[in-house]
C-alpha cells in the first residue's frame, strides 16, 4: 500500500532531524569548516546523495538549523501569553530558558560561538547577526514585562535579569555536570518572580 503524503512529510521531517541531530554532533566536535557534507551523511547513516535531496549544502544545512534556534526562543517568549500575571511570565522564562541549556549544554555552546563570529566571517556573520538580532527583539519584549510589573527603571532590571540568566545559562553549558540547576533556578525565581524582590 502506497504512503500517504502525510506519512511521506512525516518520514521527510525525520529524515531532515536527523541530519541536522548529525550536522550539530559535527560541528560542536569538529568545527563548521572542518565538516564536510560526506561528513554529515556518515554521521546521520545516509547517503549523500539523500542528504543533498534536502539540502543543497551544508550552509542551507546551517541556515535551517539557525532558524529552527530562533524558532525556540520565541517559542519560549511567546509562551508567557498564557500566563496572566508578569510574574508568572518571567517565571517561564527563566524556566525554559534554564531546562533547555540543560537538556541540551552543547547546543547552547553552540550557538554561542556561532553568535561571536568575526565581523571578517563573510559567511557565518550573517547566521551571528541573525542570531543577535532575535536576542534584541525578545529582549524588548522582556523589558514590557518588567514594565507591567511597574519596577523602578523597568529596562535596567530586565538587562540585570537577562544578564544573570545568561550567565548561569554559560555556566551550565560550561560545567553541565557539577552546576547545581535546581537550586540555582530556584534563586532566580526567588529573586525576579515573587512579588516581593519585583
Request: hydrophobic residues 35%; neutral net charge; charged residues 30%.
Amino acid at each position: 500500500m502506497p504512503r500517504t503524503p502525510e506519512e511521506n512529510d512525516r518520514i521527510r521531517q525525520l529524515s531532515k532531524e536527523k541530519i541536522r541531530t548529525a550536522a550539530m554532533e559535527l560541528f560542536i566536535k569538529k568545527g563548521y569548516y572542518a565538516t564536510s557534507i560526506n561528513d554529515v551523511a556518515i554521521q546521520a547513516g545516509i547517503s549523500k546523495g539523500l542528504l543533498y535531496n534536502y539540502y543543497k549544502g551544508k550552509e542551507e544545512l546551517l541556515s535551517e538549523m539557525v532558524d529552527s534556534r530562533i524558532r525556540e526562543v520565541v517559542e519560549v517568549m511567546e509562551g508567557t501569553s498564557v500566563f496572566e500575571k508578569p510574574i508568572e511570565q518571567l517565571r517561564h522564562i527563566v524556566e525554559g530558558a534554564i531546562d533547555n541549556v540543560s537538556q541540551r549544554p552543547e547546543v547552547f555552546r553552540f550557538y554561542l560561538h556561532l553568535q561571536t563570529q568575526p565581523e571578517a566571517d563573510v559567511e557565518l556573520i550573517k547566521y551571528s547577526k541573525l542570531l543577535i538580532e532575535e536576542n534584541a527583539r525578545q529582549f524588548e519584549l522582556q523589558c514590557k514585562i518588567f514594565e507591567k510589573l511597574g519596577v523602578k527603571e523597568p529596562r535596567k532590571r530586565s538587562l540585570y535579569f537577562s544578564s544573570a540568566l545568561q550567565g548561569i545559562m554559560l555556566m551550565i553549558s560550561t560545567y553541565p555536570n557539577q552546576f547545581p540547576v535546581e537550586e540555582v533556578k530556584a534563586q532566580m525565581i526567588r529573586e525576579f518572580c515573587n512579588s516581593s524582590t519585583a
